[in-house]
């Protein structure tokens, strides 16, 4: 008899670490995972739609952020800790640069119809957080999506879309009314959630218990206003 597939789906920003971390743990859990196969899909979130095209440096947006500049940095080297110990550098260094994220789902929503949107997730990930570039400069951008055989026109016109923006946002609206306020959020098979950057054993308990059961698992997060980070 053949198993139904997992459905896993995962609600995010690029410029969300326990995101980075969270992504590492279930990539964890289903290199160790021997039941059903797992369908994994990723989804939009903002954590803070009013960045300006501009960006932040670092110091602006962590004291617009937190107010000091100082309480940041327990919560920087405990993030630098974790990812070392799931494969993530995180670079909190001066030439970070905190940008308005929608751009970057709008060339991801056209890379989900081409069939490499986790790719590019993972490496919007490393440019954002291990790598410091600017994911504001339409050049980088361009540079970035080269890495995947699409030439700067293709780049710049999606970039331009207002039709995919407003797919984006729709989307992002869809998971805010279903209650999803911080990420990463994780829905398995439409029903099951587990909220925040879970150990591997979480995931697979849940994978082994996904029907009938409902259950909210709560976990460290990034939220638009919270001081987790």
Same mark, same amino acid.
């Given at each position: 008899?053949?198993?139904?597939?997992?459905?896993?789906?995962?609600?995010?920003?690029?410029?969300?670490?326990?995101?980075?971390?969270?992504?590492?743990?279930?990539?964890?859990?289903?290199?160790?995972?021997?039941?059903?196969?797992?369908?994994?899909?990723?989804?939009?979130?903002?954590?803070?739609?009013?960045?300006?095209?501009?960006?932040?440096?670092?110091?602006?947006?962590?004291?617009?952020?937190?107010?000091?500049?100082?309480?940041?940095?327990?919560?920087?080297?405990?993030?630098?800790?974790?990812?070392?110990?799931?494969?993530?550098?995180?670079?909190?260094?001066?030439?970070?640069?905190?940008?308005?994220?929608?751009?970057?789902?709008?060339?991801?929503?056209?890379?989900?119809?081409?069939?490499?949107?986790?790719?590019?997730?993972?490496?919007?990930?490393?440019?954002?957080?291990?790598?410091?570039?600017?994911?504001?400069?339409?050049?980088?951008?361009?540079?970035?999506?080269?890495?995947?055989?699409?030439?700067?026109?293709?780049?710049?016109?999606?970039?331009?879309?207002?039709?995919?923006?407003?797919?984006?946002?729709?989307?992002?609206?869809?998971?805010?009314?279903?209650?999803?306020?911080?990420?990463?959020?994780?829905?398995?098979?439409?029903?099951?959630?587990?909220?925040?950057?879970?150990? &591997?054993?979480?995931?697979?308990?849940?994978?082994?218990?996904?029907? &009938?059961?409902?259950?909210?698992?709560?976990?460290?997060?990034?939220?638009?206003?919270?001081?987790?980070?």
């Amino acid at each position: 008899m053949q198993q139904e597939t997992i459905k896993v789906a995962i609600v995010s920003d690029v410029a969300c670490p326990w995101c980075y971390v969270g992504k590492r743990r279930l990539e964890t859990a289903l290199k160790e995972w021997k039941g059903a196969p797992v369908e994994v899909t990723w989804h939009p979130f903002q954590l803070d739609p009013n960045i300006p095209e501009s960006g932040f440096d670092r110091d602006t947006y962590l004291t617009n952020k937190f107010g000091d500049l100082e309480r940041t940095k327990e919560m920087t080297d405990r993030l630098t800790k974790i990812g070392a110990e799931e494969g993530i550098t995180f670079n909190f260094g001066d030439k970070w640069l905190a940008v308005n994220t929608l751009p970057l789902h709008q060339l991801m929503h056209v890379a989900e119809e081409e069939g490499f949107k986790a790719a590019l997730k993972e490496r919007f990930l490393k440019a954002y957080f291990d790598e410091n570039l600017h994911l504001n400069d339409t050049k980088v951008l361009i540079k970035v999506m080269s890495e995947y055989g699409w030439d700067a026109e293709k780049t710049t016109q999606i970039l331009a879309d207002d039709n995919i923006a407003y797919a984006v946002k729709q989307e992002i609206a869809h998971y805010q009314q279903r209650g999803v306020t911080g990420v990463p959020f994780f829905i398995i098979n439409d029903k099951y959630g587990i909220s925040g950057a879970q150990p &591997p054993s979480v995931f697979l308990d849940a994978f082994a218990s996904v029907a &009938p059961t409902e259950n909210i698992v709560q976990g460290e997060s990034c939220e638009p206003d919270s001081e987790n980070c």
